[in-house]
């Protein structure tokens, strides 16, 4: 199947953001779906970052975890996500 005709189909094609674009501080590449595929693949990284030590990743996941306890104030995060991932 040729990409170009996927959405002719009703397939989606996973799309890449960035750890960085996605407010992190480094350029992992981060796949999925959805965009929801793609913030939980996020919060996984951030999680195993610092548990394994990276302290570069701290910032981003007390945001992340700041995000989800206010999520009406982390709403403006999520929909700048969403829309930037919709722009892929």
Same mark, same amino acid.
């Not at 306890?69 to 982390?74: D, L, M, Q, R």
């Not at 403006?76 to 930037?84: I, L, N, Q, V």
């Given at each position: 199947m040729h990409p170009d005709?996927?959405?002719?189909?009703g397939m989606e094609l996973m799309k890449?953001?960035?750890c960085k674009q996605l407010g992190g501080p480094c350029d992992l590449a981060l796949s999925g779906d959805s965009a929801d595929d793609v913030i939980k693949a996020q919060d996984r990284h951030l999680k195993?970052?610092? #548990?394994?030590? &990276?302290?570069?990743h701290e910032q981003a996941l007390k945001e992340m975890k700041g995000r989800w306890?206010?999520?009406?104030?982390?709403m403006?995060?999520?929909?700048? #996500?969403?829309? &930037?991932f919709a722009a892929l």
């Open positions: 005709n996927a959405e002719d189909i890449t953001m960035t195993e970052a610092v #548990a394994a030590g &990276d302290t570069t306890k206010n999520p009406i104030a982390g403006g995060w999520y929909k700048k #996500a969403k829309k &930037d």
